[in-house]
């Protein structure tokens, strides 16, 4: 063949292919292309099936299908400036635009796209791949659109269509979302936002990133002035808009979970539609926010502007309640989640440290030096510090955690090497905590790497678990369903161990004194940490049952005003315990007993066991771990303590504490209940659960306690309306009493 005779071929077979576009072209469109559709409605429930959130209510006034007149023109001329300014000039395919695209992209430039808004509409209707056979689809799929619609109609599939983030389908959604408002009644700040959305609907929407959609917004406004859609006076005006109308109530409930539910859901490519059933409790929901709120309003005056709170159910890993804020619609910070943004925890992460240590042969009786130190590090020396600049000598394990000791905390976790440390918390899925174990140094023992409040939370209810963790859920665990990943942190001893130290009101009593917010009215184990300089207080409380997790700052990492974990997080913990008790059964955790610890007398000062001489209390061991020297370190009425405590022993404030350790601390006094204490029975706690801890010092033995004159058999009251009288007994004879009252449910 000649290549005159191959060129006529060539031209025939493109000719025939035109033709047949053209007739494809000129087909009617298929029905669902020019006319209205349902748009998909998503409703979030609670545990007990009440509404959350929803994209579209029952009338369909949110999300429903909105004419072009129902539309405000400012709204139209936004997205046009943002998405296809030659949208009334091309026919569906933007010539001038693919040109420059391929152009730019042949030249090694930053990416340009051409869709044009008929392109879009085309792939809202039709999903395409994203390739370039894909794109060509796409584009005769425009051209055959736009030679059967009219341009403005065109246009109410698109804006009825378009996601803009948080399950809203289309402008009337987004703008009942966003702004309480309907799609006329935009202004152009509003409605450049919204069109900024569409690019990246689930990343620049204003319920996840304010900053983001702000930027985005601002794009817009000036591509508006642009093209002669606003002056600059307006774009000006605009641009000082809020993201958020400020002070407005907010249109669903559980803002954060829901909005973190909706993100998980679209990174698992999850449907947004119809109706899920989470985790949440409303109720508890509520009770949790007004608790938010109280703390800031409380502690205002101490520089603590923001304050957060999560409850897991222990047994399944569900969220009961999740508040990431005082006020979500708050201008500027609102929209910051605290129970997933990282900040450094301070000594919340103390428990996962020596819960290693139990593990690893040392006991709550190993007694630790709590002196000046200084260790060798990348950095140059390294010198701890305890939060009261005091350094206390030889110091138990138990003590030394349950007070939130420093400098012992930094001397386990050298003895363990910090990798281990790191790996448990890993497995205790703090994945926060991305860096390599050379980061963190000595310091991870202080809690200086930041971590999430949800994963200190689900921690600790590792904990709870027996040293098992699993994932946290945010759906109902179904009767039967399996749990999932599931993760051995540390052994159910050494776990037990812990959460009996963080339960044990006289061993906090040297670093806390005797007043705390931790006195619950039924088992539970607690702890705090602070940032340094007060950025950040933590608090966690753990029951059998459920664990709460509270946090109490500033977004913007501005110290407080000496505001401490017990000060500042503390009673907001205190409360949101209570609150969720009121809700779900606490329970019992277990006791040493059950946990399969064993019983044996040491001595006070040297944790070793007990001789005649030396003030002694039974402490809890895994088996095969308890002591088997006997104290040597009390001779004949004097110490010998060993050499590296002689510095601090010179000291004034070593032989203080010496002494004290001698005298078993003191006069012996009931340290819990306070004389004057006023309790009362949680209302929806079961009676078996209603109970307070009993606790006194300086005893140098095991005490005997006597309500109203009947003796108790352990050291837990249940709690009885009325007025009581509480007393307390030596093996000395010594003996205190305090009178309490509880008032009935």
Excluded at 721 to 744: K, L, Q
Aim: glycine content about 10%; hydrophobic content about 45%; aromatic content about 8%.
């Amino acid at each position: 063949m000649t290549r005159r005779a191959r060129w006529m071929a060539g031209a025939a077979a493109a000719l025939a292919a035109v033709l047949a576009v053209a007739g494809w072209i000129a087909r009617p469109l298929p029905a669902e292309f020019a006319r209205p559709a349902p748009v998909p409605a998503l409703a979030i429930q609670d545990r007990g099936g009440m509404l959350l959130r929803a994209t579209r209510s029952a009338d369909g006034s949110r999300g429903g299908w909105t004419g072009m007149g129902e539309v405000d023109p400012r709204l139209v001329q936004a997205f046009l400036a943002a998405e296809d300014h030659r949208f009334f000039a091309h026919p569906g395919v933007d010539a001038r635009a693919v040109g420059r695209a391929m152009r730019d992209n042949l030249r090694g430039r930053r990416r340009a796209g051409a869709s044009t808004l008929t392109m879009q509409t085309v792939r809202l209707l039709r999903p395409l791949p994203r390739s370039w056979g894909g794109k060509a689809r796409q584009a005769a799929w425009a051209l055959r659109l736009d030679a059967h619609l009219e341009k403005r109609a065109i246009l109410e599939q698109y804006l009825n269509r378009v996601p803009l983030g948080q399950a809203a389908v289309g402008v009337s959604a987004a703008s009942s979302l966003y702004f309480g408002a309907s799609a006329r009644e935009l202004s152009l700040g509003q409605a450049a936002l919204l069109a900024g959305i569409a690019r990246a609907p689930s990343r620049d929407n204003p319920l996840v990133s304010p900053e983001r959609a702000r930027g985005r917004r601002n794009v817009v406004l000036q591509r508006m002035r642009a093209l002669g859609y606003a002056t600059g006076d307006e774009v000006a005006r605009a641009r000082e808009e809020p993201v958020l109308p400020v002070g407005r109530a907010a249109p669903f409930l559980a803002p954060h979970f829901t909005t973190r539910v909706l993100q998980m859901a679209e990174a698992e490519g999850r449907p947004l539609d119809g109706a899920w059933r989470t985790s949440l409790d409303a109720e508890l929901q509520a009770l949790l926010e007004a608790e938010v709120r109280h703390s800031v309003r409380a502690l205002a005056d101490r520089g603590a502007r923001q304050a957060a709170a999560v409850v897991l159910h222990n047994e399944t890993g569900e969220v009961l309640a999740w508040v990431g804020s005082p006020d979500f619609w708050e201008a500027g910070a609102g929209q910051v989640d605290m129970v997933v943004s990282p900040r450094q925890p301070g000594s919340a992460l103390k428990p996962f440290l020596y819960a290693l240590a139990f593990d690893r042969g040392h006991t709550a009786a190993t007694v630790l030096p709590d002196v000046p130190r200084s260790y060798s590090t990348s950095l140059g020396p390294y010198k701890p510090q305890n939060y009261d600049r005091r350094f206390r000598g030889p110091v138990r394990m138990r003590e030394a955690l349950a007070s939130s000791y420093n400098v012992p905390a930094v001397e386990l976790a050298d003895r363990l090497g910090v990798d281990p440390v790191l790996r448990t918390l890993h497995r205790a899925g703090f994945a926060s905590l991305s860096r390599g174990a050379s980061h963190y140094g000595l310091g991870l023992a202080l809690g200086n790497g930041d971590v999430t409040l949800l994963e200190l939370a689900n921690g600790y209810r590792a904990l709870a678990r027996g040293g098992e963790w699993t994932p946290w859920r945010w759906r109902p665990a179904a009767p039967g369903e399996p749990g999932g990943v599931r993760e051995r942190v540390v052994s159910a001893r050494a776990a037990a161990l812990v959460l009996d130290v963080l339960s044990d009101a006289e061993a906090r009593t040297p670093g806390f004194g005797v007043e705390t917010p931790f006195d619950f009215p039924f088992p539970a184990a607690a702890k705090t940490g602070t940032s340094r300089h007060f950025t950040d207080n933590w608090a966690v409380g753990v029951t059998q049952g459920f664990t709460v997790a509270v946090w109490v700052g500033n977004f913007s990492g501005r110290p407080m005003e000496g505001v401490s974990g017990v000060t500042g997080a503390g009673p907001l913990l205190y409360r949101a315990v209570l609150a969720t008790a009121s809700r779900y059964a606490p329970g019992a955790l277990a006791t040493p007993e059950e946990a399969g610890l064993v019983p044996v007398r040491v001595c006070r000062l040297s944790g070793l066991r007990a001789t005649p001489g030396c003030v002694s209390k039974v402490e809890w061991f895994i088996p095969g771990t308890e002591p088997a020297r006997a104290d040597d370190w009390e001779r004949g009425g004097r110490v010998a303590l060993p050499a590296e405590y002689a510095e601090w022993a010179a000291g004034e404030q070593g032989r203080l504490g010496v002494m004290a350790s001698l005298a078993g601390d003191e006069p012996f006094r009931i340290l819990a209940p306070r004389d004057g204490d006023r309790y009362a029975v949680p209302v929806g706690v079961d009676a078996r659960y209603a109970t307070v801890a009993l606790h006194a010092a300086g005893g140098g033995g095991p005490v005997r306690w006597f309500v109203d004159g009947r003796e108790l058999p352990r050291e837990r009251w249940r709690l009885v309306p009325g007025p009581h009288t509480i007393r307390a007994i030596a093996p000395s004879g010594d003996w205190d009493e305090v009178r309490v009252m509880v008032e009935g449910s």
